[in-house]
């Protein structure tokens, strides 16, 4: 396996359900990024971990609840989720150059996992 | 907040035609803009990546340029065939931290 995968690809879910979407990053990236992609919408930046950490969450609601064990793995756990949740949801990595002050590569994406909730 | 505007919203041409794809943005306090293509249905992949002290990028029949003092980006397609068929997207690497802002993408259609 290259580049930044995603699993599942596709996921229907009733909104009493609980599920799990996953990443892997085999690029040796350092910081991973969930966004969300609706209809006729830009993306949305939901989360960034660097280095293992979470720096950014952009006021997701908390029925979306990320994890990041590892510098190649992270996770996004879905809970009690709404309709308007349904969407297209991207994992990216990059490499984060800590010593510069910031990052100045691009972001490498996976397919995505297309969501619907009924 | 950064705000990221791509004009035409969808364009469609014949194969062989030269194009223009523009890309503006609101705050010019940019690492770096980049230009990805999105397949129905897919994930993004990275076209060209312009540093903010850079003009422009090149790559095979693809042309980026910009202008970061007006807040300016565009993508220019060589000669377009049918593969080339997708959603252009433009980004922008704001300072300050690792974020990404999108525009809507130009979704192109080169016919044959």
């Known amino acids: 396996e290259t580049g930044v995968t995603q699993t599942p690809r596709h996921l229907v879910m009733g909104m009493t359900n609980k599920k799990s979407l996953k990443c892997e990053q085999h690029?040796?990236?350092?910081?991973m990024y969930w966004y969300k992609q609706s209809a006729k919408k830009p993306l949305e930046l939901m989360f960034v971990?660097?280095?293992?950490?979470?720096?950014e969450n952009n006021s997701v609601p908390s029925r979306f609840s990320p994890e990041c064990p590892n510098s190649s793995h992270l996770f996004l756990h879905l809970h009690t989720l709404q309709p308007e949740d349904s969407a297209l949801y991207l994992c990216?990595?990059?490499?984060?150059?800590?010593?510069?002050?910031?990052?100045?590569?691009?972001?490498?994406f996976g397919p995505g996992t297309r969501l619907t909730v009924l | 907040k950064q705000e990221v505007t791509q004009i035409p919203a969808a364009l469609s041409v014949p194969e062989g035609e030269n194009l223009v794809l523009n890309c503006s943005f609101t705050?010019?306090?940019?690492?770096?803009l980049q230009w990805f293509r999105q397949d129905p249905g897919k994930g993004l992949t990275s076209l060209l990546l312009?540093?903010?002290?850079?003009r422009e990028q090149t790559s095979g029949r693809l042309n980026a340029s910009l202008d970061k003092s007006s807040g300016r980006s565009t993508l220019y397609i060589a000669a377009s065939q049918p593969g080339d068929s997708a959603t252009y997207l433009c980004?922008?690497?704001?300072?300050?931290?690792?974020?990404?802002?999108f525009g809507k993408g130009t979704m192109l259609l080169v016919s044959p």
């Open positions: 990216a990595s990059s490499q984060v150059h800590l010593t510069s002050g910031g990052p100045m590569d691009t972001q490498y």
């Open positions: 690029l040796g990236h350092n910081a």
């Open positions: 971990y660097s280095l293992e950490e979470r720096v």
């Open positions: 705050d010019s306090a940019i690492y770096n």
């Open positions: 312009i540093q903010s002290s850079q």
């Open positions: 980004a922008v690497l704001n300072s300050g931290y690792s974020t990404l802002t």
